[in-house]
T-cell receptor, first 113, second 111 residues
Framework: KAGVTQTPRYLIKTRGQQVTLSCSPI?????VSWYQQTPGQGLQFLFEYFSETQRNKGNFPGRFSGRQFSNSRSEMNVSTLELGDSALYLCASSLGRVQETQYFGPGTRLLVL | SQQGEEDPQALSIQEGENATMNCSYK?????LQWYRQNSGRGLVHLIL?????REKHSGRLRVTLDTSKKSSSLLITASRAADTASYFC???????????FGQGTRLTINP
């Protein structure tokens, strides 16, 4: 099976802009989680989707949002970008329960100038 | 906030030696998992140990879990240069629908 794919792999934006990142899970996986990784804060949970419904959300401002489509593909959006949003954004998929093995994509590295 | 805390933050050893990393956590958990991340890339799942298990092996990896001390250790035997990476433990709060990762241990294997 193909692994988790994320697009784009690299992105440069300026403050105030918005960005949309995409994640395609492993075929058959219905749960998609998003994480933000920075040197200072480490890996932080953003949100998790299952069957197009957000099941859980981390402690991030409302500028961070996401959605999941009927084919389990997911997108996350960050509006009004801030310098501190520069990070590696990782998505992970699993069969159904987020507590089980997560399969991660290669990540999208976002740089906000 | 981080649930798991790895110790040490960084570890440098010679190829062929064993590497041990520790993880402590705060709440009751269902499972504890270990992941590896090569520089700037996605995480790769290594092993999952359930709360009712005490030890698990996978190839050169050995994981122990002590729920009374809320701690786990990852042992990599006969290390290789390719083991150079950051290693993270991840726990799930009972009843929560998310994994919480520690800050990681950066392991360097010197040839």
């Amino acid at each position: 099976k193909a692994g988790v794919t994320q697009t784009p792999r690299y992105l440069i934006k300026t403050r105030g802009q918005q960005v949309t990142l995409s994640c395609s899970p492993i075929s058959g996986h219905r749960s998609v989680s998003w994480y933000q990784q920075t040197p200072g804060q480490g890996l932080q949970f953003l949100f998790e989707y299952f069957s197009e419904t957000q099941r859980n959300k981390g402690n991030f401002p409302g500028r961070f949002s996401g959605r999941q489509f009927s084919n389990s593909r997911s997108e996350m959006n960050v509006s009004t970008l801030e310098l501190g949003d520069s990070a590696l954004y990782l998505c992970a998929s699993s069969l159904g329960r987020v507590q089980e093995t997560q399969y991660f994509g290669p990540g999208t590295r976002l740089l906000v100038l | 906030s981080q649930q798991g805390e790895e110790d040490p933050q960084a570890l440098s050893i010679q190829e062929g030696e064993n590497a041990t990393m520790n993880c402590s956590y705060k709440t009751s958990i269902n499972n504890l998992q270990w992941y590896r991340q090569n520089s700037g890339r996605g995480l790769v799942h290594l092993i999952l140990i359930r709360s009712n298990e005490r030890e698990k092996h996978s190839g050169r990896l050995r994981v122990t879990l002590d729920t009374s001390k809320k701690s786990s250790s990852l042992l990599i035997t006969a290390s290789r240069a390719a083991d150079t990476a950051s290693y993270f433990c991840a726990t799930d709060d009972v009843g929560a629908q998310k994994l919480v990762f520690g800050q990681g241990t950066r392991l360097t294997i010197n040839p």
